[in-house]
């Protein structure tokens, strides 16, 4: 039985024990997959805060297919990643993968966009302040609570499912992108908490 560093970082808790979460192969699967199903869930949120609940095949294959594309960079950045190739080639995809959070942020996603990235740096650069990681967190959650008091024009018990269900789609985006973003480990070492390096 071999011991090492225990990793404290929770994202990377989470695929601890669990193969066919960390592997390679898995990542460029799922990642597809998850941004596809974030991509239904994100339309299906939409009209159910909208005042007029009527949209078009187009508009929404066109929101699925991007989140779809989102979520597949995300996933090959992370199977890069999983494969422990040189830091230069995964910083490549990680930026690629970045780069493509833009794409969630035109329509309706724009004005939740900023707590998307704020949520997402919260979680995924466990080396930084405690202080400057709730101070993220606490901004994103803010935003969350403005976007619901100026941008909803429903009833009282839709604007809190409404916001209810935004916190949690936006969040549950968050972890993924923060998997991207989570300092890289040194050769070998891809889930070591204190070996990490600051890229």
Do not use: K
Request: aromatic residues 10%; hydrophobic residues 60%; charged residues 10%.
């Amino acid at each position: 039985m071999t011991s090492g560093p225990v990793p404290t970082d929770p994202l990377a808790l989470a695929g601890e024990g669990r193969p066919w979460i960390s592997s390679a192969g898995a990542a460029v699967l799922l990642g597809p997959l998850a941004g596809l199903a974030f991509g239904v869930a994100a339309r299906a949120w939409m009209r159910l805060v909208a005042d007029d609940p009527e949209f078009t095949w187009s508009g929404t294959i066109a929101i699925v297919a991007v989140f779809t594309i989102v979520g597949a960079l995300q996933g090959l950045a992370l199977a890069v990643r999983r494969c422990g190739w040189r830091p230069r080639i995964q910083t490549f995809f990680r930026v690629l993968a970045a780069i493509s959070m833009v794409l969630l942020a035109p329509a309706q996603g724009m004005v939740m966009f900023p707590a998307l990235v704020l949520a997402a740096l919260a979680l995924g650069r466990p080396g930084w302040w405690s202080w400057v990681r709730a101070g993220l967190a606490a901004v994103a959650l803010v935003e969350s609570l403005a976007v619901a008091v100026v941008y909803f024009d429903l009833s009282v018990a839709r604007e809190v499912l409404g916001w209810f269900l935004m916190v949690a789609l936006y969040m549950s985006m968050a972890l993924a992108l923060a998997l991207n973003l989570r300092p890289l480990a040194r050769p070998h070492d891809d889930l070591a908490g204190p070996h990490q390096s600051n890229a």
